[in-house]
């Protein structure tokens, strides 16, 4: 079982460093501080109409290409690559647990032939 999972994500990394290499390069390539400029001044001049932004602040104190940033987008990579739900494919059936009676079930078993299913999360604010 654990060769398995080892070699499942051996697969996974080998299929995802060219997509982080793209993205470290992006970073890298954004840090320096001309091409920065030149980017964010046009987003800013792009973006001239809204006053509720704060100014930019433009230095070689606020780098892309950190262990922080390329960690984030390791991990955000792997989830993407790694999630169940796809467009255009079914939905992913997860258990839900009903907080009546803690009963344990499927989202699908709540479907039936001729209706959608709505599933209503409401808001988290």
Known sequence: ????KAIKNAIVCLILVPRFL???????LLDFLC???????RMRAHDEGDAIDPPLCISDSNRMCT???????????????LKAARLGRGAPNT????????K?????D?????RPLILNFGSCT
């Open 1 to 4: 079982m654990n060769t398995v």
């Open 22 to 28: 793209v993205a470290a390069v992006m970073f890298w």
């Open 35 to 41: 091409i920065r400029k030149r980017v964010l001044f």
């Open 67 to 81: 262990l922080e940033s390329l960690k984030a987008v390791w991990h955000g990579h792997k989830l993407d690559f």
């Open 110 to 114: 709540y479907a039936q032939d001729a």
């Open 104 to 108: 344990r079930s499927r989202v699908l």
């Open 95 to 102: 258990e839900v647990v009903q907080l009546r009676d803690q």
